[in-house]
């Protein structure tokens, strides 16, 4: 037998990688079944408050010293469209089923996927991508720094790796949504990923081969949403519940787009009959008369997509499996010159993914620290690549989309004119995790925790002319000393180390982009009105014994916690335990924040805007309402400080047409 293992045989030859002590002892227990034993012999509520020594956290020497803004920002390639007659399509045509026929080369199915396409047949797909993950070449990310040899990443589709390498951040795929004033319109999409990753232990004794690819947060069904588990290890049978998600080295996975946004599916066609359990397989494909697009309040623009193993994440994100989704449509058209006229992509629209990292200075290539279960946090900037870069600007307006990837640190992010830091400089806040708002609101910082995203307009033209600022730095203000917190608390302006992005004010050009001043309403893309719940839940986010929990009980993959019931609003309440901070991220649904520490969010706030993370920090409290559409299946809800969602605080949650009215689940 070739090199690679054949996951199917058993738990060892799941993971090749030799992880941590500390991390697989906390997976096999997991795996064993021995949380479920605790918390039913309620060890998990003795727990300590913090499982990791102080000094062990800070143990860490730092990273080698390195220099700001030596290294220009790179601007992530875009992935292509691919015709059905490219190598990567041409003997397997995209099915609504999948490929489960075994590849003798492997031994395993040629797809990893194991469910097919939800509602397959009311899109077919019209437009075809391809990447393939493997290892990065060794890739400057510094010019003080050795080449890093530690990174994976994905390239452009091609069919041979050393013409096509992969990157990271991972590509950026740019879709659109089918016209919601045209039934006949159908942008559907597949994005077929290979796994092409190393088969031997991973560079710098961190990742897992073995991937799931969630893109955050696409109203896709299960197959396609990259949910975290998959029991069977890939496994050739075909259940809907089997949560079959991954896919190994030499496999493929088709992840169907169909690029409606919710609300597509007539909830007339939802069972009634409460005896026949709605499955995958089993739901009604009708489209919605009133919207066979879907609800065009319901649009998301700013989506990202990273790898999302149960056990795994935190280690494969860090290695570089993370990347832009963006969806234009027809009002937020990527062109300035028509829609809302919002800065054209991608000269003037920057997707900016911003990270920390931590550089070993005994090995000088980048690494994670997987003892620690509070998280991890890095003491250098990664911007799209290269760390603390500086960027040339154009005198005029910009759109910039910023990710906080993390794993772990809660950001506060300013603008700062570096010759007089004393200046409090504005800019619009456009939207809040993909949502554009009802209209730009001015704002001179924002807090952005891990997984978030805002997109955010800033006129370099009228900040040069008012503030006199020849430089500008994007600056993180957050103070986040403790992995598994931050203070709340913001530092002083001005501080270089805090600087993620100089940016260069350059010439004036011409700018046909509307004023963010100007833009009174984002109609028809709008805030429905917040729905009555039918239904109220309470999730205490807390530590365990060993781990991180929801409600007492780490993740079990075998085990859907509670049921949603279709269409049917819910208001979820959560509370965090001790002094911990936990960004909590729900699949599949944009929800709404009504109250945080029991005051209702006011309609003037960013945060009253639709959101897919809620950013809690220590002690804090929100009121999360939520409504289920269109699909069927089993999807994650978890912290996402992915440190805390490998330890355990993670649960599957359920959708179908009957639901329950579990109060705790
Ligand atoms: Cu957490």
Same mark, same amino acid.
């Given at each position: ?19 941590t ?51 220009r ?8 469209? +691919? &015709?059905? #007659? ?5 003997? @397997?045509?995209? $099915?609504?089923?999948? %490929?489960?026929?075994? !590849?003798? /080369?492997t ?25 393939r ?11 003080d ?19 096509? +390498? &992969?990157? #990271? ?5 740019? @879709?659109?949504? $089918?016209?919601?004033? %045209?039934?006949?319109? !159908?942008? /559907? ?40 588990c ?18 190994? &080295? ?19 066609s ?17 489209l ?19 790898e999302?193993?149960?056990g ?102 300013a603008?700062t ?62 103070i ?34 509307a004023?963010?001043a ?148």
């Open positions: 037998m070739d090199s690679r293992e054949t996951p199917q045989s058993s738990n060892a030859a799941e993971d090749p990688a030799p992880s002590p500390a991390l697989d002892a906390r997976r096999n227990a997991l795996k064993a079944g021995v949380g479920t034993a605790l918390v039913a012999g309620g060890q998990w509520e003795a727990g300590a408050q913090s499982v990791a020594p102080v000094a062990q956290r800070l143990s860490r020497p730092p990273s080698p010293a390195t220099r700001p803004f030596v290294d920002m790179s601007i992530i390639p875009q992935l292509p469209s +691919r &015709p059905l #007659t490219d190598p990567a399509f041409a003997s @397997t045509p995209p $099915s609504k089923w999948p %490929n489960r026929t075994i !590849n003798p /080369a031994k395993l199915p040629y797809e990893g996927r194991g469910d097919p396409h939800q509602f397959r047949e009311l899109a077919e797909p019209t437009v075809f991508f391809a990447m993950y493997g290892a990065v070449p060794p890739v400057n990310i510094h010019s720094l050795n080449p890093q040899t530690n990174f994976w990443g994905a390239n452009l589709g091609g069919h041979d790796l050393a013409l096509d +390498r &992969p990157v #990271t951040p991972l590509p950026t795929i740019v @879709t659109r949504y $089918s016209d919601h004033r %045209n039934p006949l319109d !159908n942008k /559907a999409v597949i994005v077929r990923r290979f796994n092409n990753l190393p088969t031997g232990a991973p560079s710098g004794g961190f990742g897992k081969n073995s991937i799931t690819v969630h893109t955050h947060n696409f109203h896709g069904g299960p197959d396609t949403d990259g949910g975290p998959d029991p069977s290890l890939g496994a050739s049978s075909i259940d809907p519940w089997t949560q079959g998600r991954f896919f190994f &080295p030499g496999q493929y996975y088709d992840y169907y787009y169909n690029m409606k946004r919710a609300g597509f599916i007539d909830p007339a939802h069972s009634k009959n409460p005896l026949i359990k709605t499955t995958p397989s089993n739901v009604i494909p009708r919605n008369p009133a919207m066979p697009h879907g609800d065009v309040r319901e649009t998301l623009g700013t989506l990202w997509y990273h999302h193993r149960e795994g994440t935190s280690a494969n994100i860090y290695k570089g499996l993370a990347g832009f989704h963006l969806i234009f449509n027809e009002y937020d058209t990527g062109d300035e010159t028509t829609g809302f006229r919002l800065p054209s992509y991608p000269k003037y629209d920057i997707p900016i993914l911003i990270t920390d990292i931590w550089v070993n200075p005994s090995t000088g290539q980048t690494e994670i620290d997987l003892s620690n279960i509070d998280g991890h946090l890095g003491d250098k900037y990664l911007v799209n690549g290269k760390i603390q870069p500086h960027f040339p600007v154009d005198k005029r307006r910009y759109r910039l989309r910023l990710l906080n990837k993390g794993p772990s640190r809660y950001q506060t992010l603008l004119n570096p010759a007089n830091p004393s200046q409090n400089i504005p800019f619009w806040i456009i939207s809040s995790d993909g949502n554009l708002l009802t209209k730009p609101i001015q704002a001179t910082s924002v807090r952005l925790c891990p997984a978030q995203r805002v997109d955010v307009i800033v006129d370099f033209a009228a900040i040069a002319a008012t503030f006199g600022a020849q430089t500008l730095w994007l600056e993180n203000r957050g986040h000393t403790e992995p598994e917190k931050p203070t709340g608390d913001l530092a002083p302006k001005g501080i270089v180390a805090n600087a993620v992005i100089e940016f260069r004010i350059g010439a004036p050009v011409a700018d046909a982009s004023n963010p100007t833009i009174t309403s984002f109609a028809p893309i709008s805030l429905p009105p917040i729905p009555t719940p039918a239904v109220t839940r309470t999730f205490d986010w807390k530590t365990a014994d060993g781990g991180w929990s929801v409600n007492g009980e780490v993740v079990d993959c075998l085990k859907v916690r509670f049921w949603m019931k279709r269409g049917r609003p819910e208001r979820w309440i959560y509370n965090l335990g001790g002094g911990w901070g936990h960004p909590l991220h729900m699949h599949f649904v944009e929800g709404r924040i009504t109250r945080r520490n029991g005051v209702a969010v006011p309609a003037t706030s960013p945060a009253f805007g639709r959101v897919d993370v809620v950013d809690l920090y220590p002690g804090e409290s929100a009121e999360f309402i939520v409504t289920p559409t269109d699909y069927v299946g089993v999807y994650p809800l978890h912290c996402h400080n992915s440190v805390h969602e490998d330890y355990g605080m993670m649960l599957l949650f359920g959708v179908d047409d009957v639901g329950d009215t579990k109060a705790q689940p």
